[in-house]
């Protein structure tokens, strides 16, 4: 088969395109043939240095999230599941690749209506922006700030909150992603890379309740000063590189709430399925910004560290 290895930790073009053998699902295993591969900005930290939440050393064939159809299953495993739509999981590795072999309880089944593509769009980013709102408890009314809002999770999180009944200000980087989120049905958008953007985002609510920070770093910071007393900020990503330095006992004294949402795998599991589920109604919308084809996995990687990139990045395979 087709796949895309990592022969070495470096830069984009370390991700080679090159032939790997053919997986045989073993006992409690499924295999999947692969429509299309998630793209997490995760993977290009871990293909940099080895950072982040996977384990192995090079070779291997990156990526965590596949999309596709079971066409085989172990000899253990009931045969009705071949045929099945479904997204899962790879455990950290092997998902650049047409075909994957995985437990069978990692798959999820896509429901009738959804388009695969958009599922897989949805396997990580919207398990976390579901979890995310649900941590956060909003109320109808509150004021929420979301960074990185033109991201995978940003876009997601900007449809939850104002389903909630959230006030949302939605902050992106460059005059392309603030367009983007208007064109998109958001009214109160900023860019985040003008120096006032904090006293937009206080003109267009007057302070905020909650922060969902998907940058960290500086500007983390600065949506910090922005909470009102009572408020909640929510971290989920670093596209700045660094989590946000936020002193517990400054957050104390303001009556802020600093919260880093995890959840048990049932929990993640519930998550993945409501995301699945709002989609399959047609109450969430994923935002696929890019494709690439395979073989084009590192033009993938390089776009995504460029900020490039609007939305969720997808490998498309024929």
Known sequence: MRAVWLREFGGPEVLVPGPAPDPVPGPGQVLIEVAHANLTFVETMFRSTGFGPFTGSPPLIPGNGVGGVITEVGPDVDPALVGRRVVSSTGGSGGYAERVAVDRDAPYEVPDGLPLDQAVALLADGRTAVMLVHAARLRPGERVLVEAAAGGVGSLLTQLATAAGARVVAAAGGDRKVALLRERGLDAVVDYRQPDWTDRVRAASGGVDVVFDGVGGELARDAFDLL???????????????????????????????????????????????????????????????????????????????????????????
């Not at 660094?242 to 919260?259: E, F, N, S, T």
């Open 228 to 318: 009102a007393p009572g408020g909640r900020m929510l971290s989920f990503g670093l596209a700045s590189g660094a989590w946000a330095d936020l002193p517990a006992d400054l957050a104390a004294a303001r009556g802020v709430a600093l919260l880093r949402p995890s959840a048990a795998p049932a929990e993640l599991r519930a998550f993945t399925e409501r995301a699945l589920a709002e989609a399959a109604a047609g109450r969430l919308r994923p935002l696929i910004g890019q494709r690439f084809p395979l073989d084009r996995a590192a033009d993938a990687h390089a776009a995504i560290e460029s900020r490039a990139t609007v939305g969720k990045t997808l490998l498309d395979l024929p």
